[in-house]
């Protein structure tokens, strides 16, 4: 097989998939209680204790991942998001505002329906149905 090259003349890094996303947060405890119950995630698996720490879910293929294992990785209300996508909106919507998740919307495009949530640090969240 014949390596790519970009433009500067480099072999291409050939990327296949999103590993992780992952989110710092200030204090895991109160975080898992976040993505565990408002959420309603299970770690996958877990690193550290409750004070200091990494957990991982597996949603699909992918993970999501929360942590406070390095003191210069700090949440960031304003920093990325994921999406979470679901199978039923309006029963999400139902368990978010059940729960007493703080909401953004929900919001409504030609192509999907969306909310966005809050954890405990500000990093935000978003809850998404594609539309068929």
Known sequence: MKAQHNNTGKAKMKIIEIAFTGYPVSDLKRARQFYEGCLGLTAARTAGDETSGWVEYDIGPGTLSIGNVAPEWKPSPGGGCAALEVDDFPSA?????????????????????MVIVSD???NSVAIHKRKT
Not at 94 to 111: D, I
Request: include cysteine; aromatic fraction near 4%; proline fraction near 17%.
């Open 120 to 122: 405990p640090d500000g």
């Open 93 to 113: 919507m139902e368990r978010l505002k059940a729960a007493g998740c703080p909401l953004y919307g929900p919001m409504e495009s030609p192509v999907c329906h």
